[in-house]
């Protein structure tokens, strides 16, 4: 059988771009971060993360270089966990540091991270793996969890579609492209872009969930429509103001409209504008406006023309007949052009669910993609009632980040924002060897 064939070392067409690019390209690390109710057990978080790779024996992979591309192989070594501040100590994943995984567990206090290089999964695919982490971390420590059927723990099996190429789904036919908005130049603070392996920050800005929601539904429009153009605004205010508007890069997740149980990387990409005229509307208009623009841009014909069209240019460039090193920096060209056609990007990774049984010894959840060639990076997510704003960004200057604060107080939504250093754990391509 050919390797590409094979369902524990499949990738799909879209995310295999990620292993030619690095850290600082493009954001091929993200970071999810959950805090227990007690101190981290590290033996026990060990032995947990060896029993969710028996349930997701695709994630048991490393990389090796041809002379051509990159490949997935079978890793069968013992799993680490790693003492982890994110601030100081950096490691690389893929390398020694994991011992070749394409993940990272670590632990500090009461404090797990999991991180997670972009090719093998994205947001929502990983948050399956987390969550099998985090039952069987409780089942092992004699917690009293039970698996209401929401994880995917070891009283179920691993089966090939969790690890199919999604954009397969849409190889035979062709979709119109008619309705996508032809987006003109963005707004951007140059001088926060492309700064390499420098330093970033991460402020997160939380919230009841239940008021943004009441809010949001008062109106007629999606939460979504409410965050996005506060931060849109927030940009325009610092970086703008000129004829150019705001867009963000949004990535839509496929599986509610071609169903699958794949764990690996299903998403496509819109684009979100935050026009000049919006300056003098009224906040409750821009959020109508803004839900109405998403509607137009969210037609299944349409996004199946991005993920097509997108997976089609990302695998035909993996399986190009060009030397290893000159693929590298076509991927990375590909990726920053990419991105640097938005102002940046957001990404709504939705509610994070667990059992009922875990939530006394699961206190918190949240999750950072960081900037890499962008200023900035929103995350959206939610847990237990709680909604989270991570933003990731270049500088030490917070006008923006608080500029969205205040922009949720306007509308009536009270928050709370902290803000801390934050180490990107680095990607460089180069394939472990013990």
């Known amino acids: 059988m050919d390797y590409r064939e094979q369902p524990l070392l499949r990738t799909d067409s879209y995310a295999k771009i990620f292993l030619y690019n690095t850290h600082e390209t493009v954001a091929c690390v993200p970071r999810h971060t959950i805090r227990m109710s007690e101190k981290v057990k590290p033996a026990l978080l060990e032995q947990a993360v060896g029993q969710a790779l028996l349930r997701f024996p695709h994630m048991m992979l490393a990389i090796e270089p041809t002379e051509t591309s990159f490949r997935y192989v079978h890793n069968v070594r013992p799993p680490k966990v790693l003492p982890f501040d994110g601030a100081r100590t950096r490691y690389t994943i893929g390398s020694a540091d994991t011992g070749g995984y394409l993940f990272l567990v670590g632990y500090q206090d009461d404090t797990i991270t999991l991180e997670y290089q972009h090719s093998v999964s994205d947001g929502r695919g990983f948050e399956e ?15 009293p969890v039970a698996n209401d059927g929401t994880v995917r723990g070891m009283d179920t099996r691993y089966s090939p579609e969790e690890s199919a190429d999604g954009y397969r789904q849409l190889a035979d036919r062709e979709y119109s492209s008619e309705g996508i908005w032809k987006k003109p130049k963005a707004a951007h603070a140059w001088e926060l872009t492309g700064l390499g392996d420098g330093p970033e920050i991460v402020s997160e800005v939380t919230f009841p969930f239940a008021a943004l929601h009441t809010y949001a539904k008062k109106i007629g429009v999606s939460p979504l429509s409410i965050v996005a153009p506060l931060f849109m605004r927030a940009f325009d205010r610092k970086f703008g103001g000129g004829d150019e508007p705001v867009i963000a890069q949004i990535p839509v997740d496929l599986r509610p409209l071609l ?72 991927g990375q060209k590909l990726c920053r052009d990419f991105v640097l ?65 205040r922009g949720l107080h306007e509308i009536g939504v009270h928050t709370k924002m902290r803000s801390y250093p934050f180490a990107v754990t680095r990607y460089d391509g180069m394939p472990y060897t013990p």
Do not use: W
């Open 259 to 330: 169903p699958t149980a794949t764990t690996r990387y299903f998403i496509c990409f819109i684009d979100l504008p935050y026009l000049p005229e919006y300056r003098g509307l009224p906040l409750d208009e821009v959020f109508r406006r803004t839900r109405a623009f998403l509607k137009t841009q969210m037609e299944p014909e349409q996004l199946m023309f991005r993920a097509k069209a997108a997976s089609d240019r990302c695998r035909a460039l993996h399986e190009a007949d060009m030397p290893l090193v000159e693929k590298c920096a076509a």
């Open 129 to 143: 793996f987390i969550k099998t982490v985090l039952f069987e971390y409780l089942r092992l420590d004699g917690k």
């Open 341 to 405: 056609e938005d102002s940046f990007l957001i990404t709504n990774v939705g509610e994070f669910k667990l059992p009922e049984s875990c939530l006394p010894y699961v206190l918190d959840y949240g999750a950072v993609l960081p900037t890499a060639t962008q200023p900035f990076a929103l995350l959206v997510s939610s847990y237990n009632g709680q909604m989270k704003l991570s933003v990731a960004q270049r500088d030490h200057d917070l006008d923006v980040v608080s500029e969205l604060a």
